[in-house]
Structures are given as C-alpha cells and as structure tokens.
C-alpha cells in the first residue's frame, strides 16, 4: 500500500508540474500570452525574438528596458532563439501565425521573408510623427533587401563592416613594422601587391597569413575592392562574363595555394580564425566589430582595423556590410505600437542604449557615430565608419534561395585546390543560372 501511495503521489506531483510548466509558456507571438518580461499589468505586452549568445542577448534588453522605462504601459519580453535553427524556425513560425510581434531578420533572407507577405511595410508610420526614426537617417548602403519598389519592411538594427584586423605581434616577430599596414594605407598604397607581401613574409617566419572564409561576405568585398560585379542591376550572374570579379577569386586561390593565406576550410575542427589571432598565430583575419570585444579582453593581443585592400588604384573601396533587420509580423495584435518600438530599437537613442560601453556592432544612423568615434579599441576604429559609408548590404544573391550555399560549395572546391578557376566559374555561371531562373519561373 505504501509504494502504490508513493506512486500515486510521484505521478501527481509530475503532473503539476508540467501543469505549471505549460502555464508558463509562452506560447505564440501574438504578445499577449506568457510572462511580459516588464510590467504584468501594462495595458500591451508584445514579444521580441532575436539570436545571440547570452551577453549580446543582455545588450539587447538596455533598449528594450530604456522603452518600457519611458512607455509603461508596454511591456516588451524578449525570447532569446538559437542561431542555426532561426531561420526555419521563423518561416515555420510565421506560417502558423505563431511568430513574436517582432523579430530579427538576416538579410540574407529578407527579400525571401518579404515574399511571404507576412511583415508589416513600414515606410508610411517611419514617416510619421509617431516614429523615433525617419529613414533618411540610415546610412544608404544598408537598406539591402529590406527596401524594395513597394516600400520598406525592416529597418537595420546597426552594421558589420567588414574589414580586416591585423595582429601586431605576429607582424613584428616577422621582422615587418607592426604599423606598416597603417603606413601603406595613409601613402595610398594598400593594395593586393603589398597585402600578399606581407602575408608571403609572415608564412615564411612559421607563423599564418591571412585567413581566407567562404562567405558572401568576405567574396563580395574581394571582388567589389577589385572593381568586380558578379550580378548586374537586375540581379542577373553575369561573373563568367566580369574579368574583375573572376580575378578576385584567383587571387584569393593563388594566394592559399602559394601558402601566403590560409584557408578557413582547411583547418583543423574547432580551430577557427578568431583562435589563431587571439593566439598570436595569424596575422590577418576579416571581419565586423563583433570580434572586438573578445579580442580587446585578450591582453596578450595587440591587433588594429585596416580597410579591405583594394586592386583599382583607390584607397577605399565599397566592401560587404553584415547587418540584420527588425521586422513587425502582420499577424500582430499590436501593429502600431509594434511599429513604435521597432522605431525606437533602431533609433538614434535605440543604437546609444545598446552600443554604448563596449558594444560590438556600429551605428546603422550615422547620429549615433560618435560612438565609433570616441572608442578606446583600437586605435583606428573610426575605419569602421569609413567602410559603413562606402559599403553595402548585398541585396541580389540574397534574393535567391539557395544560391548562396550553392556557389560556396563549389568555391570551397577551388579553394581546396581540387578544382581549377576556370571550371569553377563556368560552374558557378551555369549551376546559378539554372537556380536563378527556376525561382524566377515559380513566382
């Protein structure tokens, strides 16, 4: 009698609590479910989601703190998600209409979000006297494929230029003066030449050159500091047909085969750029801002910003923004005040309460720059405003689904030195044509 009252009890008690667990969920993103994350009693309560690991996630919540502070009759929650499952899960998400109020949206696959006519256009309230923010405000390269013909459906939450971090140990232990990037940039001579230089020297004295990554990102600031185009305006690959752009993946393949940089593909598992830098074991390495803060807590590591090098003669030329957009779900109970807060988050003041004191991103309005300007670490960090005013989101790539993962996977192979430039272009030209044009069909 004794273990079946036992039993009965341990089961009881297993009940209440997924009881308890399930009234605790919460739930859908309607906004008016679950725990508010703010005052239990404001009159709206909307949802957030956005990716990120637990301290970005805390850089988050200042803005939306600062918001409900002024605001209190809204309470905001804030729902952290996992980076590699987001993307599915958002679509997935918004297909049932279960999405939060609002949500942050890669760009890689905005224009693909856009398409599903499940977010809010923005232009009319960002234009109104509600709105903490006018679009005018945004530095222009950034709008990628949030902004269309029909309007506006995300606005950047702050920007990742990208640029390139030198490592100063690693260039003095290869006899090379630690500020001789600095140098070569201020005389107007950073360019593919001397970059390769550099780099031949460090792989010679043991240590490793520039790290090369398969990514948008980094193959679009080679081929754009190069003059190059892989799409034309109306988002049509034309790289077989654009010497400029072709030559920039030449030389990034040349240079891995050569030995002057290292391919990011090629390492051991769980040894990536950022390891070999904060190592002291690469002198090179692209990226945003967000590594800064981690490298800036390294103090065994003296490392600066230089801009991307450039092949055309010019000192600084357009390279590839990262950023991410915040959009409004249709299905929002609260639109307009949803709209409200989204203004706010990526306002002036938005981009002050979180960038502010260590932050790892720039200022998507250029009224908040200061903030770059005034940086301890490094000593060249207004360069990140440099590059954000000549860069650009890239909004044609992005437009397509599944042509991204498709040409990095034959890249990757010229990379491995398992396929030669030539084949790989007239691949790239023949296998993303077919993806572009069966899309295209379809719509």
Known sequence: MKKKKSLVLLVLSMFLLIL????????????????????????????????????????????????????????????????????????????????????????EYMAQLIATGRVMELSEFLESDESYVKPDEFAEGLWGPARNEDGIYGTAVDSNPMLIYYNKKVLEEAGIDPTEPQKLYEAGEWNWDNFTELNRQVAESGKYGFVAENSALHHFSWSWTNGGEMYDEDANLILADNEKAQEAFGYVADNIAEGNFTYAGALPEGQGPDAMFMSNQTAFVAAGRWLTPMFSENEALEFDYIPWPTNTGETLETASIATAYLAVGEHSDNVEEAMKFLSYYTSEQGQRDRLTDGGNAVPSVEAADDIIDNADVPEHASYLVDVRNIGQVEDKQTTIPGLDEEINSLLDLLFLGQEDLDTTIGKIDQVGTEIIEEYRSEE
Do not use: H
């Open 20 to 107: 308890a667990a399930c009234s605790n969920d919460s739930g859908g993103g309607n906004g008016n479910s679950g725990s508010s994350g703010g005052n239990p009693d404001a009159e709206v309560k909307l949802t957030m989601t956005a990716w990120g690991n637990p301290a970005e996630q805390e850089v988050y919540q200042r803005a939306l703190d600062a918001y409900m502070e002024e605001n209190p009759e809204v309470s905001i929650e804030l729902i952290p998600a996992p980076g590699d499952t987001y993307r599915q899960q958002l679509f997935t998400q918004l297909q049932g209409s279960q999405a939060t109020d609002l949500f942050y949206v890669g760009a």
